[in-house]
């Protein structure tokens, strides 16, 4: 196994999946702006991050729409507080 597919075995085994898939290109982006290491580093933990929040973002709204669809299905009845009074 070569070092570029032991450091993207690495990566996915640490979740950072976006990390694992993007890393051959952004290496090469890297190598063309002659990125010193932690400039390299930076962007692959920023772009990192901001995948995470996109698919935390749409995580977030999916239940909505579930529990939105679920409630406008319930059938017809007499209203109850949840309230005991």
Do not use: F
């Amino acid at each position: 196994m070569g070092q570029l597919e032991q450091t993207r075995a690495r990566c996915k085994s640490l979740r950072l999946t976006w990390m694992a898939q993007q890393l051959p290109q952004l290496l090469g982006e890297a190598e063309s702006n002659d990125w010193s290491y932690l400039q390299c580093i930076d962007h692959l933990m920023g772009y990192e991050l901001k995948e995470r929040d996109q698919k935390r973002i749409q995580r977030l709204r999916k239940p909505l729409k579930v529990a939105t669809h679920s409630i406008s299905k319930l059938p017809p009845g007499p209203r109850q507080s949840c309230h005991p009074r």
